[in-house]
């Protein structure tokens, strides 16, 4: 699998190669049990590669994307018969934000950016030249303005206004950037990390104009970061070979 999301704290699913669309659940003995929602993608996504799958908290609809610019759609918890929507890119799609209940945003190959809406009217938005080369790898927003896209060999890019305007940062690394995170419940969205290859966990303190490096103590590849919300001390860190980091210190040490 390449992606996961629970919208609630025993009900979630999976995507991945293939095709691969996964609800994973508890039942009434508290049993971890797997349902297979494949057949109920529309033609065009049958054995598709699904890179990130999206959702908000205690809602039905799910959104997932993945090659070719694929974006799929559910609003009955996967079990209705899915629908897609042209999203303007052939890219393959990679990192996915769910932005309240109605605006998604998702990002790829080549530096691209797209929005949408839960209805559809997908569009392209218009990405730094600089990363024109780039795969964007994920995207995450703190409010319906400020939002962070990061990539490959240390590309991050900030919008101030929803997406329409993406300005490039200096992150000062070279590593592959994996996952981008900002708490959505802080009063104040200008404390961001993000993780990456060798070891890589960096962050920001003033809403991603300068960036610095963590000591991480591993040179595992990082695929994602997070902290729990309204809490910026406690966070975890999962990388490759069952990794996981802890920090009870913002990040300054994960032993």
């Given at each position: 699998f390449n992606s996961v999301t629970f919208p609630w704290t025993d009900s979630g699913y999976a995507v991945g190669n293939g095709g691969a669309f996964i609800h994973i659940y508890r039942d009434e003995a508290r049993q971890v049990r797997f349902e297979d929602f494949s057949?109920?993608?529309?033609?065009?996504?049958?054995?598709?590669?699904?890179?990130?799958?999206?959702?908000?908290?205690?809602?039905?609809?799910?959104?997932?994307?993945?090659?070719?610019?694929?974006?799929?759609?559910?609003?009955?918890?996967?079990?209705?018969?899915?629908?897609?929507?042209p999203s303007g890119t052939t890219q393959d799609l990679y990192g996915l934000c769910f932005l309240g209940g109605s605006r998604i945003y998702a990002c790829g190959d080549s530096g691209?950016?797209?929005?949408?809406?839960?209805?559809?009217?997908?569009?392209?938005?218009?990405?730094?030249?600089?990363?024109?080369?780039?795969?964007?790898?994920?995207?995450?927003?703190?409010?319906?303005?400020?939002?962070?896209?990061?990539?490959e060999n240390g590309a991050v890019a900030h919008t101030?206004?929803?997406?329409?305007?993406?300005?490039?940062?200096?992150?000062?690394v070279t590593e592959n950037l994996n996952y981008v995170f900002v708490d959505r419940e802080a009063q104040y969205g200008n404390i961001v990390w993000a993780a990456g290859d060798n070891g890589l966990i960096m962050a920001s303190g003033d809403y991603g104009r300068h960036w610095f490096r963590m000591n991480t103590g591993t040179t595992a590849s990082i695929y994602e970061v997070r902290f729990a919300a309204g809490d910026r001390v406690n966070g975890w860190a999962f990388g490759s070979g069952g990794l996981v980091l802890q920090t009870d210190d913002g990040g300054f040490t994960c032993p």
């Open positions: 057949a109920n993608l529309p033609p065009e996504a049958v054995g598709k590669t699904f890179h990130a799958i999206g959702s908000v908290h205690q809602n039905p609809v799910l959104f997932a994307v993945g090659e070719g610019g694929l974006i799929v759609r559910s609003i009955h918890y996967g079990r209705d018969p899915m629908v897609s929507f691209t950016i797209v929005k949408g809406q839960v209805g559809g009217d997908w569009k392209v938005l218009n990405s730094p030249i600089l990363y024109a080369d780039k795969r964007f790898n994920s995207i995450t927003f703190w409010n319906s303005d400020t939002g962070w896209v990061v990539g101030y206004d929803g997406g329409n305007v993406w300005t490039p940062d200096t992150s000062n």
